[in-house]
């Protein structure tokens, strides 16, 4: 949808980080496709840019980080994400896992708490042709009702518990991925709303986030 007629040098060391995300048991064709595609490299700060494709957080500023490639990979493949679905992501950060999406998906609405950096995403997306996501600059453990629901949401930041606002903006059958813990470790907890309502919850793995900050997350320190 944007980034897949990019020609670079990276082109290799993408096709290896497509590797290493399947060498971490990510299957969906679609999904190892968008990580082929997008070029990591254009999110990141040039002084770290040379370390893109290691499959590894980094800095992007601000306290914030862009999350190790095979963890977004594995957002995305547990959720499942159908082209029609509306997907909302808390956290833009980057803005990397919101391209990923936006190659599976027709519409993504994206919240980052950190203005500097929803700036920074959105000129670096512009740039690279995508033309099918809405950022905003706000508290994103509220969501973003105007649009809900939302068959997916994501959140890339830990919450002290699962925020009842983005449960109330998913669709019926509508899933919901998010850390939960404390600020050192999480779970991170998929919350599936039933047609009927009901909500069932799993742990798909432990990983560490930064701080969701906000009204239904930490208080800023």
């Known amino acids: 949808?944007?980034?897949?007629d990019l020609r670079d040098r990276y082109q290799r060391?993408?096709?290896?980080?497509?590797?290493?995300?399947?060498?971490?048991?990510?299957?969906d064709m679609d999904v190892l496709r968008a990580v082929a595609e997008v070029?990591?490299?254009?999110?990141?700060?040039?002084s770290v840019r040379h370390r893109a494709y290691e499959d590894r957080a980094l800095p992007i500023g601000f306290g914030q980080t862009i999350s190790q490639p095979s963890l977004q990979a594995l957002y995305l493949d547990t959720l499942r994400l159908a082209p029609s679905?509306?997907?909302?992501?808390?956290?833009?950060?980057?803005?990397?896992?919101?391209?990923?999406?936006?190659?599976?998906?027709?519409?993504?609405y994206s919240i980052e708490r950190v203005r500097e950096l929803a700036e920074r995403a959105r000129a670096?997306?512009?740039?690279?042709?995508?033309?099918?996501?809405?950022?905003?600059?706000g508290d994103?453990?509220?969501?973003?009702s105007r649009y809900a629901p939302y068959d997916a949401i994501l959140v890339a930041a830990a919450?002290?518990?699962?925020?009842?606002?983005?449960?109330?903006?998913?669709?019926?059958g509508g899933k919901l991925l998010v850390p939960v813990g404390d600020r050192v470790m999480q779970d991170l907890m998929l919350v599936h709303k039933r047609?009927?309502?009901?909500?069932?919850?799993?742990?798909?793995?432990?990983c560490v986030f930064v701080p969701l900050v906000g009204r239904y997350g930490w208080r800023e320190s």
Do not use: C, K
């Open 124 to 137: 670096t997306l512009d740039e690279l042709g995508y033309g099918n996501i809405a950022i905003m600059t």
């Open 159 to 172: 919450s002290p518990s699962v925020p009842q606002a983005l449960v109330d903006q998913l669709a019926p």
């Open 39 to 46: 070029p990591r490299h254009r999110f990141v700060p040039e």
């Open 13 to 27: 060391q993408r096709l290896q980080l497509v590797d290493v995300v399947r060498d971490q048991g990510i299957e």
């Open 140 to 144: 994103g453990s509220v969501g973003w």
């Open 195 to 206: 047609e009927s309502g009901e909500l069932e919850e799993r742990t798909i793995t432990q």
């Open 85 to 108: 679905d509306a997907v909302l992501e808390v956290g833009t950060g980057s803005g990397y896992q919101t391209a990923l999406i936006a190659e599976l998906v027709e519409r993504v």
């Open 1 to 4: 949808m944007g980034a897949g």
